[in-house]
Nanobody, 121 residues
Framework: QVQLVESGGGLVQAGGSLRLSCAASGRTFSRYGMGWFRQAPGKEREFVASLVWRAGSTYYADSVKGRFTISRDNARNTVYLQMNSLKPEDTAIYYC??????????????WGQGTQVTVSS
C-alpha cells in the first residue's frame, strides 16, 4: 500500500508534449510495479503504460507505443509519463497506480486522485 499524488496535467495542442509525475510514499515493498491508466468521459478505465520498479522493464498499450515513455526516479520515488505527439483522443483523466504491471486495473492496490489531460485539435 502506497500513497500516490499525480501532477503535470493540463491543456496542450495536438502534436504537443506533456509530462505527468506521480510521487509515491509509503511501503516500498508494495511497489512491484507502477502503471498509468486513463479514463475518458463515457469510457472505461484503460491501461496506458506500466513499469517494473526494480528492473525498470516497461510495457505500453499499442495506442501510445512510440509516443509515450514511462520512467522512474528512484531518488525522488517518482514515476513519470512523458507524452509526445499528443492526439485529441488522448484526452482523459490520467491515474497513477501501484502494485502491478498488468493491463487490468483490478490488479493494482493503490491509486492517485487523477490529473486531467486535454488535447485540443
Amino acid at each position: 500500500q502506497v500513497q500516490l499524488v499525480e501532477s503535470g496535467g493540463g491543456l496542450v495542442q495536438a502534436g504537443g508534449s506533456l509530462r505527468l509525475s506521480c510521487a509515491a510514499s509509503g511501503r516500498t515493498f508494495s511497489r512491484y510495479g507502477m502503471g498509468w491508466f486513463r479514463q475518458a468521459p463515457g469510457k472505461e478505465r484503460e491501461f496506458v503504460a506500466s513499469l517494473v520498479w526494480r528492473a525498470g522493464s516497461t510495457y505500453y498499450a499499442d495506442s501510445v507505443k512510440g509516443r509515450f515513455t514511462i520512467s522512474r526516479d528512484n531518488a525522488r520515488n517518482t514515476v513519470y509519463l512523458q507524452m509526445n505527439s499528443l492526439k485529441p483522443e488522448d484526452t482523459a483523466i490520467y491515474y497513477c497506480a501501484a502494485g502491478s504491471v498488468t493491463a487490468s486495473p483490478h490488479e493494482y492496490d493503490s491509486w492517485g486522485q487523477g490529473t486531467q489531460v486535454t488535447v485540443s485539435s
